[in-house]
């Protein structure tokens, strides 16, 4: 296995992706926006996201074919992702939401423990497109949290004001 590490500054919408200290790859990300910019290894990618309540992402090259899809459970904890006819899981591992696991049926495994501004990614492959694409889940679930807490939250918070 192979040990990626990536960066996110604070206020920052774009993940660097290092291997040691050079920086291959990277994924913006406008906070709350449908479309995602993703970059490894030359190859770059497109992430669009679609739908209201029940959201999927699909994954296009840098020519506009479409190449993947992300299909995510309600309960915000684990993903279905196809990349090339082939078919990838990805799960949180703990209960914080602080590692996970992608598993694919060609034997991909990929490997994470994050916070909010860094990670490592531990990989037994070099397949760009399954990095980038759980690296990507993880973001979108961060920012589905975010968008529930807002949700919950202020109500209750303009409700102790009045």
Not at 12 to 40: D, H, P, V, W
Not at 50 to 74: A, D, P, W
Not at 95 to 102: A, D, E, F, V
Not at 120 to 142: K, R
Request: aromatic fraction near 16%; hydrophobic fraction near 30%.
């Amino acid at each position: 296995m192979k040990t990626l590490h990536w960066k996110k500054g604070l206020f920052s919408c774009t993940y660097k992706i290092y291997s040691g200290n050079e920086q291959i790859g990277s994924l913006c990300n406008r906070s709350f926006s449908k479309n995602s910019e993703a970059e490894m290894n030359g190859k770059k990618y497109t992430f669009r996201t679609k739908g209201f309540f029940k959201q999927s992402t699909e994954v296009y090259t840098e020519s506009g074919e479409l190449v993947g899809e992300i299909q995510y459970n309600s309960w915000m904890t684990k993903a279905q992702i196809s990349l090339n006819s082939k078919y990838y899981y990805w799960k949180y591992n703990t209960m914080w939401n602080t590692k996970w696991i992608m598993e694919g049926e060609d034997q991909t495994q990929i490997k994470s423990c994050t916070n909010s501004f860094s990670g490592d990614i531990d990989t037994n492959t070099d397949n760009e497109l399954a990095i980038l694409s759980g690296l990507y889940v993880t973001n979108y679930y961060m920012q589905m949290t975010v968008a529930v807490m807002v949700a919950v939250f202020i109500p209750i918070f303009t409700s102790t004001m009045q």
